[in-house]
């Protein structure tokens, strides 16, 4: 499979390439980014790829020999490109332009394998958005009334482009809120599970990673024992996902391909007269929030085993 990716430059796109790199199907056939235009692969990112990374224009797609375009360009930027890209060949795309289109499969790979085995177009989850779908889906039916989560990222989730939410002097000693209401991710999650979920996002001052606390009633009569079911039933066989007693922190998944939910075996995660739970969740926005499952989206989508090319242990 020979892959292109268009926002080389980005924090996603290197990761992607370092996954492209360790591959066994895949090879990198094609680079773009405004900025690096006329450099090789090799002096930028960590791939022993000679490649020339290009200035493409959408017209320029069409003479590449490409098998599967992946776009990491920011949100609002993708339609020239797709508009360019022949039915037949297979996009990615990170940003959210696709994620609220019916015509698009929503590429969470451990909840519609199915689906995006068939589809030539995928939108790759959101990184907060893959955090809570993981700990929500396989629980939604158990709920009673909208989840509410706090989450905190790190400063690489806000792109390279520079603004307050990646300056390294307001975020020094600092925790920033913003978004506290409609957040797209918020809108992601709630239009594909379904179930209202309320999302409270801040940027902290460390790179990558995220931190989600979730908390949310449950339905009479139901207990942590029941979601801890539906959760190991949910991921067993998912070696990507763990579900653990302990509450994770950032550093647990912080430059891994994993997601941990847990929190599950903390003495006060359920106040049962309130039938209120709360469970923690980490993942690296860059990698299952981002390149890691995008990877599985190109795996599912060209036939291959979800995680070739993606080191796990379990
Ligand atoms: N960062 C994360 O944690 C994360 C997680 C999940 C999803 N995403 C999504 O993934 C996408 C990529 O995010 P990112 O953080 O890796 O990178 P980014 O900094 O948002 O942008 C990626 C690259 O796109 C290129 N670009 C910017 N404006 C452009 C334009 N007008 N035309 C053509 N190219 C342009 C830039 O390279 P040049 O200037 O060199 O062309 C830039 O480095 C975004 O949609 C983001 O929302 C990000």
Same mark, same amino acid.
């Given at each position: 499979?020979?892959?292109?990716?268009?926002?080389?430059?980005?924090?996603?796109?290197?990761?992607?390439?370092?996954?492209?790199?360790?591959?066994?199907?895949?090879?990198?056939?094609?680079?773009? *980014?405004?900025? $690096?235009?006329?450099? &090789?692969?090799?002096?930028?990112?960590?791939?022993? *790829?000679?490649?020339?990374?290009?200035?493409?224009?959408?017209?320029?797609? =069409?003479?590449?020999? #490409?098998?599967?375009?992946?776009?990491?360009?920011?949100? &609002?930027?993708?339609?020239?490109?797709?508009?360019?890209?022949?039915?037949?060949?297979?996009?990615?795309?990170?940003? *959210?332009?696709?994620?609220?289109?019916?015509?698009?499969?929503?590429?969470?790979?451990? &909840?519609?394998?199915?689906?995006?085995?068939?589809?030539?177009?995928?939108?790759?989850?959101?990184?907060?958005?893959?955090?809570?779908?993981?700990?929500?889906?396989?629980?939604?039916?158990?709920?009673?009334?909208?989840?509410?989560?706090?989450?905190?990222?790190?400063?690489?989730?806000?792109?390279?482009?520079? =603004?307050?939410?990646?300056?390294?002097?307001?975020?020094?000693?600092?925790?920033?809120?913003?978004?506290?209401?409609?957040?797209?991710?918020?809108?992601? #999650?709630?239009?594909?599970?379904?179930?209202? #979920?309320?999302?409270?996002?801040? #940027?902290?001052?460390?790179?990558?990673?995220?931190?989600?606390?979730?908390?949310?009633?449950?339905?009479?009569?139901?207990?942590?024992?029941?979601?801890? =079911?539906?959760?190991?039933?949910?991921?067993?066989?998912?070696?990507?996902?763990?579900?653990?007693?302990?509450?994770?922190?950032?550093?647990?998944?912080?430059?891994?391909?994993? $997601?941990?939910?847990?929190?599950?075996?903390?003495?006060?995660?359920?106040?049962?007269?309130?039938?209120?739970?709360?469970?923690?969740?980490?993942?690296?926005?860059?990698?299952?929030?981002?390149?890691?499952?995008?990877?599985?989206? $190109?795996?599912?989508?060209?036939? $291959?085993?979800?995680?070739?090319?993606?080191?796990?242990?379990?």
């Amino acid at each position: 499979m020979k892959i292109g990716l268009i926002g080389a430059r980005g924090y996603t796109g290197g990761e992607l390439i370092k996954l492209v790199e360790s591959h066994p199907e895949f090879e990198l056939a094609a680079l773009s *980014s405004r900025k $690096l235009e006329g450099k &090789r692969a090799r002096d930028h990112f960590e791939t022993s *790829s000679d490649l020339v990374i290009e200035n493409l224009a959408p017209e320029d797609l =069409s003479s590449r020999e #490409v098998d599967a375009w992946v776009l990491a360009l920011p949100n &609002r930027l993708s339609a020239p490109w797709v508009e360019a890209i022949s039915p037949e060949t297979l996009i990615v795309d990170l940003s *959210s332009d696709h994620r609220f289109d019916d015509g698009w499969v929503h590429g969470f790979a451990e &909840r519609n394998a199915y689906e995006i085995k068939a589809s030539k177009r995928i939108a790759n989850p959101g990184c907060y958005a893959t955090g809570m779908m993981a700990t929500l889906w396989p629980i939604t039916d158990l709920l009673d009334g909208p989840a509410t989560v706090f989450g905190v990222s790190g400063f690489s989730g806000a792109g390279t482009t520079p =603004s307050e939410k990646n300056d390294p002097d307001v975020l020094r000693d600092n925790l920033i809120p913003y978004a506290p209401t409609q957040h797209t991710h918020e809108k992601e #999650v709630s239009h594909h599970l379904q179930h209202a #979920v309320n999302f409270m996002p801040h #940027v902290a001052p460390f790179f990558q990673g995220i931190c989600l606390t979730i908390t949310m009633t449950l339905k009479e009569g139901l207990g942590v024992g029941d979601v801890k =079911s539906k959760l190991i039933e949910a991921y067993t066989g998912h070696p990507l996902i763990n579900v653990a007693d302990e509450a994770p922190r950032v550093r647990d998944n912080m430059g891994k391909h994993t $997601l941990t939910i847990g929190g599950l075996g903390e003495a006060n995660a359920f106040d049962p007269n309130r039938r209120r739970l709360v469970l923690n969740t980490t993942l690296d926005n860059l990698l299952k929030g981002a390149a890691t499952q995008c990877m599985q989206n $190109l795996n599912l989508a060209s036939g $291959l085993d979800a995680l070739t090319g993606i080191p796990h242990s379990k």
